[in-house]
Structures are given as C-alpha cells and as structure tokens.
T-cell receptor, first 114, second 119 residues
Framework: DAKTTQPPSMDCAEGRAANLPCNHS???????VYWYRQIHSQGPQYIIH???NNETNEMASLIITEDRKSSTLILPHATLRDTAVYYC???????????????FGTGTRLQVTL | GAVVSQHPSWVICKSGTSVKIECRSL??????MFWYRQFPKQSLMLMAT?????????EQGVEKDKFLINHASLTLSTLTVTSAHPEDSSFYIC???????????????FGPGTRLTVT
C-alpha cells in the first residue's frame, strides 16, 4: 500500500472547520484514501473513504486533488469531541476482496479548543 | 450496524499468568479478524490476522506461542497472552471484517480496546 504523510499535530477552534491534509504521492490507480480517527483510549473509528471524487457523509468531507497525490479531510464544525488522532490510509478498496489489512502511520493529533 | 465488542475493557494480571481477551462481531459475520497492539503515544501495530477456522498469520516479530489467537466462529476471536510480563502491558484492539456481499462489505471495524496491565 502507498505511504502517506500527515502533519503530527494541528489545533482548531471549536465551531470552526478543521482541515486535515494528507500527502500520498505514490498512490496507485486502484487505491482508495481512507480516514479513521482514534479518540483517546478507544478503538479507531471509520470516518470516510474515496477514490477520486469528493465524498461527504454525516461526519466529514473528503477532498481529493485531481492528480490524487493529496487529500484533505474536512470536519465542517469541529467540536471538543472531535479531539483525536486522525489517520489517513491508502489501500485497495475493502470490497475488492484483495484488500490488505489496515496499516496505521502516526497520524495527525487534532486538538479542538474553546 | 458493524459493531465490534471486546471483553474485558481492562484487566490487571500478575506476571507469569495468562489472560484471555475476547472480540465479538455483534451484528455481522466476521470472516477475518485482526489483533493490534498500541503502546502509549504510539500508533497501532498489527500483531496477527486470523480467518475463521484457520490458523492465525502473525506479523514479523510477534511470538505466536506467546500470543495465542483462536477464531473458532464467525463472531468470536480470542487473544490469549500467555505467561504475561510487564512489557506486555499495552492497549490491545481487535478489528473485524465481513465477507463479500454482506455488511459491512469487507470494511474493517474496530473494537473499543482492552487495556492490559501486568504487575
């Protein structure tokens, strides 16, 4: 699976949008961008994933650049409960049946403040 | 949907004893289960992958005789830490993945984790 690069930490004021970047310049054509987050002392939580089009769900939006070498996870109105470590992972889609296991990097520690 | 539970949520055991951690998929059949370990301020490290009814595949550096994994049914996997030592103290997290065509369509979902402290 392609390697990803994320900033180690970011701060965001509560109520503002949190934009978390991820670089994945070696991504292959059949690899998706997945985002998970881990709140302190809990298991990781799936957020969103996408191939090349922008995606949105009830938790977040995922913006993938046209060349697919980078992406941004957007939490539109961050709250204190969004404080967590956010992991960007690139891999073949799980539904293909040949998906590799999820391998976690160091992620971005997002601190949402009042 | 796609709920994974772990039991216990935390456990303290004495050095030299064994401890078993259970991982259950509550609303789907998990054809594959994964066990991760996480030390403080570090990322998750995959320990092993198990398919129902088969022997687990361990990652390099993980002792299979120390970390016994059983995946006897489609909803239950267990991790037994044998002869535990203080250096085995960690946060153990399981993850489950369903089969093709069934929810959650092979996506990996995680349990809440088990904190093991060996004294």
């Amino acid at each position: 699976d392609a390697k990803t690069t994320q900033p180690p930490s970011m701060d965001c004021a509560e109520g503002r949008a949190a934009n978390l970047p991820c670089n994945h310049s070696t991504i292959s054509g059949n690899e998706y961008v997945y985002w998970y987050r881990q709140i302190h002392s809990q298991g990781p939580q799936y957020i969103i994933h996408g191939l090349k089009n922008n995606e949105t769900n009830e938790m977040a939006s995922l913006i993938i650049t046209e060349d697919r070498k980078s992406s941004t996870l957007i939490l539109p109105h961050a709250t204190l409960r969004d404080t967590a470590v956010y992991y960007c992972i690139v891999r073949v889609a799980a539904s293909t049946g040949t998906a590799s296991k999820l391998t976690f990097g160091t992620g971005t520690r997002l601190q949402v403040t009042l | 949907g796609a709920v994974v539970s772990q039991h216990p949520s935390w456990v303290i055991c004495k050095s030299g004893t064994s401890v078993k951690i259970e991982c259950r998929s509550l609303d789907f059949q998990a054809t594959t289960m994964f066990w991760y370990r996480q030390f403080p301020k570090q990322s998750l490290m995959l320990m092993a992958t198990s398919n129902e009814g088969s022997k687990a595949t361990y990652e390099q550096g993980v002792e299979k005789d120390k970390f016994l994994i059983n995946h006897a049914s489609l909803t239950l996997s267990t991790l037994t830490v044998t002869s535990a030592h203080p250096e085995d103290s960690s946060f153990y997290i399981c993850s489950a993945r369903g089969g093709a065509g069934t929810p959650p369509n092979r996506e990996q979902y995680f349990g809440p984790g088990t904190r093991l402290t060996v004294t």
